[in-house]
């Protein structure tokens, strides 16, 4: 490669995992407008009506979520390169598989000559929980968050928590709500279907 083209690591990597990725993936700019998708993230959009590109955008269907999702992308493209992705789960009041996105900045770092993208999977939730997933850094819980989060995987009570842990109830509870906020979910059954799509 001569001098005078280097080449764009950053651009490189991004085009090499939109290309080879089974997993739907999007690149968008901050406004949500779309500069590319793989073949899988076409087979969302043809698939299943929770998400979906109007006026070359990235929307979601359903109002509500296609402001947490717009929300999620321009704080992806503000994000720091240590912040943890974002996440929604879409289609909540659809009976089919629902969907979670993942949100992280392209390019954290950006030349003056290159605008802001961020990189956007969208993954089908799953029945199984994640055996050893780090919770922690994926949706940027606390050590103790973590700890709750990876007991009611379990299947345990916040009750039988608050025995295993050592801890009052309004703790507990407390931290239930920091979790619910960090995952993008308002109910507990939600945070269960997210935390179990990790894998």
Same mark, same amino acid.
């Given at each position: 490669?001569?001098?005078?083209?280097?080449?764009?690591?950053?651009?490189?990597?991004?085009?090499?995992?939109?290309?080879?990725?089974?997993?739907?993936?999007?690149?968008?700019?901050?406004?949500?407008?779309?500069?590319?998708?793989?073949?899988?993230?076409?087979?969302?959009?043809?698939?299943? +009506?929770?998400?979906? &590109?109007?006026?070359?955008? =990235? /929307?979601?269907?359903?109002?509500?979520?296609? $402001?947490? #999702?717009?929300?999620?992308?321009?704080?992806?493209?503000?994000?720091?390169?240590?912040?943890?992705?974002?996440?929604?789960?879409?289609?909540?009041?659809?009976?089919? +598989?629902?969907?979670? &996105?993942?949100?992280?900045? =392209? /390019?954290?770092?950006?030349?003056?000559?290159? $605008?802001? #993208?961020?990189?956007?999977?969208?993954?089908?939730?799953?029945?199984?929980?994640?055996?050893?997933?780090?919770?922690?850094?994926?949706?940027?819980?606390?050590?103790?968050?973590?700890?709750?989060?990876?007991?009611?995987?379990?299947?345990?009570?916040?009750?039988?928590?608050? $025995?295993?842990?050592?801890?009052?109830?309004?703790?507990?509870?407390?931290?239930?709500?920091?979790?619910?906020?960090?995952?993008?979910?308002?109910?507990?059954?939600?945070?269960?279907?997210?935390?179990?799509?990790?894998?």
């Amino acid at each position: 490669m001569s001098a005078q083209q280097p080449m764009n690591l950053k651009a490189a990597l991004g085009d090499w995992m939109l290309r080879s990725s089974g997993r739907p993936m999007f690149i968008t700019r901050g406004n949500g407008h779309v500069v590319e998708m793989n073949s899988a993230a076409e087979k969302v959009l043809a698939d299943d +009506p929770v998400l979906a &590109v109007r006026m070359g955008r =990235l /929307v979601a269907i359903d109002d509500a979520e296609n $402001q947490q #999702l717009s929300a999620l992308i321009t704080k992806a493209i503000e994000a720091q390169p240590a912040s943890a992705p974002g996440r929604l789960l879409l289609g909540r009041s659809d009976h089919r +598989p629902r969907q979670i &996105v993942t949100i992280f900045p =392209l /390019v954290p770092a950006q030349p003056e000559d290159e $605008q802001p #993208l961020a990189m956007i999977f969208v993954d089908t939730l799953l029945e199984d929980v994640p055996p050893n997933a780090d919770l922690g850094r994926l949706f940027g819980l606390s050590p103790a968050e973590e700890r709750l989060a990876k007991g009611l995987l379990r299947g345990r009570t916040l009750q039988e928590l608050t $025995q295993d842990f050592g801890l009052q109830m309004p703790t507990l509870r407390a931290q239930l709500r920091s979790i619910l906020r960090k995952c993008g979910v308002r109910r507990q059954i939600d945070l269960l279907q997210v935390l179990r799509a990790v894998r």
